[in-house]
C-alpha cells in the first residue's frame, strides 16, 4: 500500500483537460512534486512544490493543492501526454514517498 | 546539458550482492544531492538514499538501511549504490536522480535512464 493514494488510470480525449489527484493527509503540511514518466525513459519533473513549472514544461501543465489532495492538471492534452504521472514528497526526517502512479490514456 | 547516464543490467542470484554507477555530466558534481529510486515490476517508485558528494552525507530509507551502500568517485563524477543480501523482491529498475544543492527536501529535477537488476535463482 501507499501513504500517497493516486487513481492507477485515467483516460481523456485529445484536447481535453486531465485532471490527476494524489491524496494523504500529510499534503496539508508538505510540499508536492509530480513526475511524467514515460515507457523506457527516465521520469521528468513537471511540477515542483505544489505548482511550480520547470523551465521547458508546457504551461499546459498545472499543480495545485487543497486540503490533503495534490491535483496535476494538463490543459489541451496530446498524445505525447500519454506516460504514468507520480507524484512524490519528502515525509518526516528523510523519507521520500511516491504515489502508485496514474497511467494517462489519450484516447 | 545536464545528463546522469546509469550502467546497464544485471543479472544477480538470491543473496548476491551488486553495484550500479551513476555517472554524471554537465554541471558542479559535488553540492548536489544525487537520490536513488526504484522501479519493482507492476509497483510504484520507491526512494532508497542520497548522498551529498561534497560532505559525504548519506540517509538511507528505513527498509534499507542494512544492506545498502552510496559512495562516490568525484574524478569521475559518478555515484555508486552498492545492494547486498538480494532476494527476488529487490527485481526493479533502480534510478538515479539529481536533487538540490541546499537541501535534500526537494524535487528530483534530472534522473538517469535507469538500470535493470533481475535476481533470479
Known amino acids: 500500500s501507499y501513504v500517497l493514494i493516486q487513481p492507477p488510470s485515467v483516460s481523456v480525449a485529445p484536447g481535453q483537460t486531465a485532471t490527476l489527484t494524489c491524496r494523504a493527509d500529510i499534503i496539508r503540511i508538505k510540499r508536492v512534486h509530480w513526475y511524467q514518466h514515460k515507457v523506457g525513459q527516465a521520469p521528468t519533473l513537471v511540477i515542483y512544490d505544489d505548482s511550480d513549472r520547470p523551465s521547458g514544461i508546457p504551461d499546459r501543465f498545472s499543480g495545485s493543492t487543497s486540503a490533503d489532495t495534490a491535483t496535476l492538471t494538463i490543459s489541451r492534452v496530446e498524445a505525447e501526454d500519454e506516460a504514468v504521472y507520480h507524484c512524490h514528497l519528502w515525509d518526516g526526517h528523510s523519507d521520500g514517498k511516491f504515489g502508485g502512479g496514474t497511467r494517462l490514456t489519450v484516447l | 546539458q545536464v545528463q546522469l547516464v546509469q550502467s546497464g543490467t544485471e543479472v544477480r542470484k538470491p543473496g548476491a550482492s551488486v553495484r550500479l554507477s551513476c555517472s554524471t555530466s554537465g554541471y558542479d558534481f559535488m553540492p548536489n544531492y544525487i537520490h536513488w529510486v526504484r522501479q519493482a515490476p507492476g509497483q510504484g517508485l520507491e526512494w532508497m538514499a542520497w548522498i551529498k558528494p561534497n560532505t559525504g552525507g548519506l540517509q538511507y530509507a528505513p527498509q534499507f538501511q542494512d544492506r545498502v551502500a552510496l559512495s562516490t568517485d568525484p574524478t569521475i563524477d559518478s555515484v555508486f549504490l552498492q545492494l547486498s543480501r538480494l532476494t527476488l523482491n529487490d527485481t526493479a529498475i533502480y534510478f538515479c536522480?539529481?536533487?538540490?544543492?541546499?537541501?535534500?527536501?526537494?524535487?528530483?529535477?534530472?534522473w538517469g535512464q535507469g538500470s535493470l537488476l533481475i535476481v533470479s535463482s
Open positions: 536522480a539529481r536533487g538540490g544543492d541546499w537541501d535534500w527536501k526537494t524535487p528530483f529535477d534530472y
